[in-house]
């Protein structure tokens, strides 16, 4: 059975060691904060493990507007009293506006011993939820206030560790978010995947069940992305765990994760990996090694964003999909987040990064980013500004360089010349890829991958021939060329696609009107782009140059 960690390794690094060296003693704690603990030798919820991390402090409560103050046990409640000078009779106030300086009087008491204090606030969008000047009110001014004033002062920080809750950071008011507040803001991630293994193999053994381990392994990998309350629920709905219900398994992860992150995420499960993949051997070769990067946890050497450039219907979509298959991780794509309400526009899109902070580590396909990262300049916005403040969001959030290895960034475009430059330079997207359409040898070779995933039965073992009648074909032309030619079969009950039913298709196939010219300029803007010479197609530099003459004839 795999040993649960005495303290997780967040808590450790980003409260414990930071508190210990006096950098900070408030912190904001947001994210899966109210998942099991797992520490201490088992599994409890969050608030609770807290206070037993705390328990040789003499002082120790939580205080929340809905439930007011509540103590571990009796004695600390005395305790607190005491340090209050409150009577044991007495009852504790709930209203902020009382309970606050209260607290600060705990604080301030010169009989309350040096690091003798644990306050933990949760729910804390409760007491201080975000907004300003008009929509805050004047109790919501004073705790904002006051909780500023505890991380700036000395004297509390020699006595109290204040630690506050709240599962979404946007709906916090923002002066307790900012750097210059003195308050440490920490990211508690969902549970990785030895975490969950060791939480299955416990719970499992409390109902005195035992798993073979692949299967512990599988489970843990199929509920990435959860926290332990949502695989404990998983658990309790499937009695029987064998590989077998895998299938349903995902399925009800997928439910879970829609239900909670719906609103501003589409969450992807990719079916195929990088071996799904033809006719991009240059660009399967280097995802294929940030993906084992990824895997490895050397999060030092991902890049903090890849961009998959180059013309409509090559298959950009489909290889981050089956990159992400391939890194073993949650994949998902933003949902339109703009709203006509003041404000209600930013919230969404801070709303979707905390998600995705919560769901690291991640991919997030950014499609058709040319639409959704143009230029500055590219346009009026007749918005009130919103379009600028949601860009200053974005421009943080993706130059964050904490998040590299844990949230990975795919830009998918047409015309990469319509993203605003701070999104393509280094430190933001740092591969670039050129897809492009596919020439004679790679369209052979997406015939016979398309094949082999969809598992059809061909005579045909070598494409050269029908590849030769392709020309100007985009990977998804191909695709449909190669369901066509199931389905002719399909008529006639024959369960193999004969050389008959592909040259039908391929007569009954009508191309698509292509604006061929503006391929080629797409084609041109994704050669120039790329930063990186293993990176470009095989004969890169001839094609570049018959765009170029093709281009100048046009024009003449």
Not at 111 to 127: M, S
Not at 345 to 364: D, G, T, Y
């Amino acid at each position: 059975m795999n040993p649960m960690p005495i303290i997780p390794r967040w808590l450790e690094e980003q409260v414990i060691e930071i508190y210990n060296s006096s950098a900070s003693h408030v912190f904001l704690l947001n994210g899966n904060v109210k998942d099991s603990f797992v520490g201490m030798g088992g599994a409890m919820p969050l608030e609770e493990g807290l206070q037993r991390l705390g328990q040789q402090r003499p002082v120790v409560f939580s205080y929340s507007l809905s439930t007011g103050f509540a103590f571990p046990s009796k004695e600390r409640e005395m305790v607190f009293r005491r340090a209050a000078a409150i009577d044991g009779r007495s009852a504790l106030p709930r209203q902020p506006q009382v309970a606050l300086p209260l607290i600060e009087r705990v604080f301030r008491n010169p009989k309350t011993p040096p690091r003798g204090v644990l306050a933990l606030l949760p729910y804390l969008e409760d007491i201080a939820p975000a907004g300003g000047g008009a929509n805050q009110s004047q109790e919501e001014r004073s705790t904002v206030t006051s909780i500023v004033r505890w991380a700036d002062d000395s004297q509390i920080a020699g006595k109290a560790l204040i630690l506050m809750l709240t599962e979404n950071l946007a709906d916090v008011a923002d002066t307790l978010r900012t750097s210059q507040s003195g308050i440490h803001v920490v990211d508690v991630p969902r549970p990785d995947a030895v975490i969950r293994a060791a939480f299955i193999e416990r719970f499992m053994a409390s109902r005195q069940k035992e798993l073979h381990r692949s299967v512990v392994e599988l489970l843990a990998d199929k509920t990435r992305g959860l926290t332990l309350r949502q695989v404990e629920d998983i658990l309790l709905r499937e009695p029987d765990l064998e590989e077998s219900s895998l299938a349903a398994i995902t399925s009800k992860k997928m439910e879970i994760l829609t239900k909670e992150y719906g609103d501003v995420l589409e969450i992807i499960e990719s079916r195929f990996g990088l071996d799904a993949v033809g006719g991009l051997d240059y660009a399967v070769r280097e995802l294929s090694d940030i993906a084992d990067l990824m895997r490895r946890g050397v999060t030092s050497a991902v890049p903090m964003g890849i961009m998959l450039m180059g013309p409509p219907g090559t298959g950009k979509s489909y290889l981050a999909e089956c990159f992400a298959k391939e890194c073993g991780l949650l994949c998902v794509k933003f949902k339109p987040l703009r709203q006509m309400y003041v404000g209600a526009s930013e919230r969404n899109q801070e709303r979707a990064f905390n998600a995705i902070r919560s769901l690291a580590p991640v991919i997030v396909l950014v499609d058709e980013s040319d639409q959704q990262e143009q230029a500055r300049g590219s346009g009026p916005s007749g918005d009130s500004g919103t379009t600028e403040r949601m860009r200053g969001q974005a421009f943080q959030f993706w130059g964050d360089q904490s998040l590299r290895g844990r949230i990975l960034r795919i830009d998918i475009t047409n015309r990469v010349d319509l993203i605003d430059a701070a999104m393509r330079r280094s430190g933001r997207t740092d591969v670039k890829v050129p897809i492009l359409m596919p020439g004679l040898s790679a369209r052979n070779q997406i015939l016979g991958v398309i094949v082999k995933k969809h598992r059809f039965l061909t005579e045909l073992k070598d494409f050269s021939e029908i590849a030769a009648r392709t020309d100007s074909f985009a990977g998804s032309d191909l695709e449909l060329l190669a369901t066509t030619a199931f389905r002719f079969a399909n008529q006639e009950n024959s369960t193999v696609i004969t050389t008959a039913h592909w040259h039908k298709a391929l007569d009954d196939f009508i191309p698509s009107s292509r604006d061929e010219a503006a391929i080629d300029r797409m084609t041109l803007l994704a050669l120039d782009e790329c930063r990186s010479r293993r990176l470009l197609p095989p004969g890169a530099d001839q094609l570049r140059d018959e765009i170029v003459r093709r281009l100048g004839a046009g024009q003449s």
